[in-house]
T-cell receptor
Framework: EDKVVQSPLSLVVHEGDTVTLNCSYEVTNFRSLLWYKQEKKAPTFLFMLTSSGIEKKSGRLSSILDKKELSSILNITATQTGDSAIYLCAVEAKGGTSYGKLTFGQGTILTVHP | NAGVTQTPKFRILKIGQSMTLQCTQDMNHNYMYWYRQDPGMGLKLIYYSVGAGITDKGEVPNGYNVSRSTTEDFPLRLELAAPSQTSVYFC????????????FGPGTRLTVT
């Protein structure tokens, strides 16, 4: 059974701080690792990392995949109150009917105070 | 484009009642999914569909049923509601070539008492 574990479960910082969120996984036939951001309602897609694309960056957010350690980190620099959200990590397996079947971690609740 | 829409937004059911959660997408996506999210937990896949007429079980299918008669619609049926089904339900869709980028609806908050 595929498994994703995120840490910490919650984090409180002040604006301007840098945060690092962690995700470790166990999956048979790894295809990709994904990061989603969930504000008040629905999750929205942030990044996809694969064995051939292990680092992604978008503005103040960046993510790295460590294939050897089976883990990923999501960094947010110069945090803003608008970064307050639940950050979800998920993995996708490959092969047969596995495409699209994501296994999510429990999420990290990030709170950024002004 | 409305994206993925879900109805209702909220619902309270009594134990043993049944209901259908509606989901519609207008992006012509082949893949559609139903997830549930319990407090403090991530999303768990209930059922998914790779196209009209094709559905398959996810991680937590017990107590639920789905059908997919059109590309746009993917309703989720709860039979004999139980308190353990109290949760927030999300529908999502993706294209076949980018299954990792799923577009989520706004969710349905269901309480079973």
């Amino acid at each position: 059974e595929d498994k994703v574990v995120q840490s910490p479960l919650s984090l409180v910082v002040h604006e301007g701080d840098t945060v690092t969120l962690n995700c470790s996984y166990e999956v048979t036939n790894f295809r990709s690792l994904l990061w989603y951001k969930q504000e008040k309602k629905a999750p929205t897609f942030l990044f996809m990392l694969t064995s051939s694309g292990i680092e992604k960056k978008s503005g103040r957010l960046s993510s790295i995949l460590d294939k050897k350690e089976l883990s990923s980190i999501l960094n947010i620099t110069a945090t803003q109150t608008g970064d307050s959200a639940i950050y979800l990590c998920a993995v996708e397996a490959k092969g047969g009917t596995s495409y699209g079947k994501l296994t999510f971690g429990q999420g990290t609740i990030l709170t950024v105070h002004p | 484009n409305a994206g993925v829409t879900q109805t209702p937004k909220f619902r309270i059911l009594k134990i043993g009642q049944s209901m259908t959660l509606q989901c519609t997408q207008d992006m012509n996506h082949n893949y559609m999914y139903w997830y549930r999210q319990d407090p403090g937990m991530g999303l768990k896949l209930i059922y998914y569909s790779v196209g009209a007429g094709i559905t398959d079980k996810g991680e937590v299918p017990n107590g639920y049923n789905v059908s997919r008669s059109t590309t746009e619609d993917f309703p989720l049926r709860l039979e004999l509601a139980a308190p353990s089904q109290t949760s927030v339900y999300f529908c999502a869709s993706s294209s076949a070539g980018q299954t990792y980028e799923q577009y989520f609806g706004p969710g349905t908050r269901l309480t079973v008492t």
